[in-house]
């Protein structure tokens, strides 16, 4: 393991540079920025879990807003990273994913490279505040897709007005983008989602075997890719593919990535990851190994059926995507996941001035012991790494619970 001072924290962070396959991945996260300046699509920047072909079948660009704004944050000489949110109206207690991406697009609000914003279903009233705020100030649109709440009992209805929004949104990006929509060009573009799903469902896999054959950070960056495929499939797909194979070959040779220790305290976490990469570094730190989080689930719990009738089958994946369906039934299916890995123990990651999770966070407790009977311990992630080095005795003290 190298320990490297990355732009994205002022703490050292660890990788694993054995892992030979995974420092592409890696560049294209760090120069999402330059690329997104240095293409000619229009960008349309995403909500986490927005569905990303939507995007490119309209011949656009995903911009995984808070994954490239949020993450990888400025230096520490540079703006301060909720300084130009908080100018603009938004609360010192937002979330700090939140501030910081909407600091750092104010703070080159005359020079954005973005020309629309886009989100759905699991926006709170303080994120679309913040998108919102961030739309008006640079002059672009902002359109949201409206989700019902979902009831088994109410699926045709449902899945009937979720169809009315996609085609109204496609009808609105033809308009601004003068790209004419496809069923086509989106089946296309679902075929190069569900492959990208495919190899990150097959990657997850391996965390679920006796030797773990990769690090925490690395497979939650893996899995933050599927926001956006860091903006273009066709390159991301053969570089997972690639870490794939890397993986397998670890595992048929029974080799644990480096740092983790023998007999370590198998960790899934639970709820929205915390800014600070070094955090993956302390479960390791502490005895414990990650077998898998749930971050970006939603976006390859499931494949996108790959049928003729393209809108409707997607609009049907929409209406499931886990974070749409209300606590008791998204913990039981989440449950049902998390026994796939085999873990000790669940962490439950709240973040400060994040209410999406915080509200279920007691349902999804219970639900977990209930079903798995092992330790499930609750944290806040703050807005810095003195606050994640803070959360080192409660990691370890949850550790040690399970020895």
């Not at 995007?55 to 807003?65: E, H, K, N, Q, V």
Request: net charge negative; hydrophobic share 35%.
């Amino acid at each position: 393991m190298s320990e490297i001072t990355a732009p994205v924290s002022s703490r050292k962070i660890r990788f694993d540079d054995s892992f030979e396959s995974f420092s592409r991945l890696w560049n294209l996260i760090l120069d999402s920025r330059n690329r997104i300046s240095s293409t000619r699509s229009r960008v349309i920047a995403k909500w986490r879990l927005f569905p990303p072909e939507i995007i490119f079948s309209m011949g656009a660009t995903p911009y995984d807003l808070l994954l490239h704004e949020g993450l990888v944050t400025t230096k520490d000489d540079e703006i301060n990273t909720s300084k130009y949110a908080i100018e603009a109206g938004l609360s010192a207690d937002c979330c700090p994913w939140n501030l910081s991406a909407v600091s750092k697009i104010l703070s080159k609000e005359n020079d954005s490279d973005i020309d629309m914003f886009l989100a759905a279903a699991g926006f709170c009233d303080m994120s679309s505040k913040s998108w919102q705020t961030m739309a008006r100030r640079i002059g672009k649109p902002f359109y949201s897709i409206e989700i019902p709440p979902f009831n088994f009992e109410s699926e045709n209805n449902a899945v009937s007005f979720i169809l009315q929004e996609l085609s109204s949104m496609f009808n609105r990006l033809s308009r601004r983008r003068g790209y004419k929509f496809s069923e086509e060009r989106l089946l296309e573009e679902i075929k190069k989602g569900n492959y990208i799903r495919n190899l990150l469902s097959d990657i997850t896999e391996f965390l679920s075997t006796q030797s773990v054959p990769v690090s925490a950070l690395e497979y939650f960056l893996i899995q933050a890719s599927a926001g956006d495929y860091l903006q273009d499939p066709d390159i991301t797909g053969p570089i997972l593919n690639r870490i794939k194979t890397e993986i397998e070959s670890r595992n048929k040779n029974g080799e644990t990535a480096p740092g983790i220790q023998d007999g370590a305290t198998r960790i899934y976490f639970v709820g929205m990851a915390p800014q600070q990469l070094g955090f993956w570094n302390l479960i390791e730190d502490c005895g414990g190994v990650s077998v898998g989080c749930d971050t970006y689930l939603s976006l390859f719990y499931e494949l996108i059926p790959e049928h003729t009738n393209v809108q409707k089958e997607l609009a049907k994946w929409i209406w499931r995507m886990p974070h749409n369906i209300p606590s008791i039934e998204r913990s039981k299916i989440l449950t049902s996941y998390i026994k796939k890995q085999n873990p000790d123990a669940v962490i439950i990651g709240n973040l400060v001035g994040c209410r999406n999770f915080s509200q279920s966070d007691r349902i999804v407790k219970e639900t977990i012991r209930e079903e798995l009977g092992i330790p499930v311990t609750s944290l806040e992630l703050g807005a810095s790494d003195e606050d994640i080095t803070l959360l080192e005795p409660h990691i370890r003290s949850l550790i040690d619970m399970c020895k």
